[in-house]
């Protein structure tokens, strides 16, 4: 077992072999209907991100929290799957997040094998959750794993913005800085969870209208 601040930072790092190159969240479909306005309006890249850690990411933090907690317990995490499945209308966001799932326990069971005491090799669970249960192998606070999951999903939308729209680095990265309240919010929001019904249920349709969209779409760049 290696140090919590350091599991954090090294599940924190998008060099992680787990496809996170390969996620904007969501934004590209977002650029797709507006957002940015071809690059006349780059602070709505900010904007939006903020918008998710009040909303969807919320719903993940607070999943992550409690997987980890119901890890910690020796309980089964299916029902915090669960939970998070009936929070997730978009089948797309579903699969999305479970192939992800899979990448991150496909890494975890390699790296951390104490996560096969939670759950099965290769097999398809929401990607929070299975941060959760990293989490919970590597001693990471509550606090940590809300953190960890606020800061990857908002820098998956700045780093996206970059390949996306006419971004200058220096601006995306003043951005992620400008977020850091949102993230402590959304920290002080959920780290006191522990059971799965204390999930909040808080969405963004058009979010989810943009990823079944997206879904359609013979050339894109992100998988989502």
């Given at each position: 077992m290696g140090s919590p601040e350091?599991?954090?930072?090294?599940?924190?790092?998008g060099r992680l072999p787990t496809g996170g190159h390969t996620q904007s969240a969501g934004l590209e479909p977002a650029v797709r209907a507006g957002?940015?306005?071809?690059?006349q309006r780059l602070a709505e890249v900010a904007d939006y991100a903020r918008d998710r850690l009040r909303t969807i990411t919320r719903v993940e933090a607070a999943v992550g929290v409690v997987a980890r907690a119901v890890a910690l317990n020796g309980e089964p995490?299916?029902?915090v799957e669960a939970a998070w499945a009936a929070r997730t209308p978009?089948?797309?966001?579903?699969?999305a997040s479970r192939r992800q799932g899979r990448a991150y326990l496909r890494l975890a069971?390699?790296?951390?094998?104490?996560?096969l005491k939670h759950l099965r090799a290769d097999t398809e669970?929401?990607?929070?959750?299975?941060?959760?249960?990293?989490?919970?192998?590597?001693?990471?606070?509550?606090?940590?794993t809300a953190r960890l999951i606020g800061y990857d999903d908002a820098q998956s939308?700045?780093?996206?913005?970059?390949?996306?729209?006419?971004?200058?680095?220096?601006?995306?990265?003043?951005?992620?800085?400008?977020?850091h309240q949102s993230i402590e919010d959304l920290i002080?929001?959920?780290?006191?969870?522990?059971?799965?019904?204390?999930i909040p249920a808080y969405g963004a349709p058009l979010v989810d209208a943009f990823a079944q969209a997206h879904a359609a779409e013979r050339m894109r760049l992100f998988h989502a």
């Open positions: 350091l599991v954090a930072l090294m599940l924190a790092d957002l940015g306005g071809e690059g995490v299916a029902a978009s089948h797309v966001l579903r699969a069971t390699r790296v951390w094998p104490e996560v669970m929401a990607r929070p959750v299975v941060i959760g249960v990293v989490a919970a192998v590597n001693d990471l606070t509550a606090e940590q939308v700045v780093a996206a913005s970059l390949k996306l729209l006419p971004v200058d680095p220096a601006e995306a990265a003043s951005w992620l800085a400008g977020l002080q929001a959920v780290a006191e969870l522990t059971v799965p019904d204390d």
